[in-house]
């Protein structure tokens, strides 16, 4: 179930990191969205790591957890489009 939970915050995560970002992204919106759901990941784990979130391996869900997913769906954003531009 935990993982179920992980890829509902990411879709959430990719919408939010969207609109903090906003512009074109090669591959459109689903692409942004799936790297939401993998920013969720990254930022979960960078979270557990440092202390910060409940992290990708934990059951519950907060204000923490949500927004390192978030800093992860814009880390991996950016660099999606920094690479897609080359």
């Given at each position: 179930?935990?993982?179920?939970?992980?890829?509902?915050?990411?879709?959430?995560a990719g919408v939010?990191?969207?609109?903090?970002?906003?512009?074109?992204?090669?591959?459109?919106?689903?692409?942004?969205?799936?790297?939401?759901?993998a920013?969720?990941?990254?930022?979960?784990?960078?979270?557990?790591?440092l202390?910060?979130?409940?992290?990708?391996?934990?059951?519950s869900?907060?204000?923490?957890?949500?927004?390192?997913?978030?800093?992860?769906?814009?880390?991996?954003?950016?660099?999606?489009?920094?690479?897609?531009?080359?």
């Amino acid at each position: 179930m935990e993982i179920l939970s992980w890829i509902v915050l990411g879709l959430i995560a990719g919408v939010i990191a969207k609109w903090i970002m906003p512009g074109k992204d090669p591959g459109g919106f689903i692409i942004t969205i799936l790297i939401g759901i993998a920013g969720a990941f990254v930022g979960g784990w960078l979270g557990s790591l440092l202390g910060i979130g409940a992290g990708a391996a934990s059951n519950s869900l907060s204000i923490g957890s949500i927004i390192t997913a978030i800093v992860g769906a814009l880390v991996l954003l950016f660099l999606y489009r920094l690479l897609a531009k080359r």
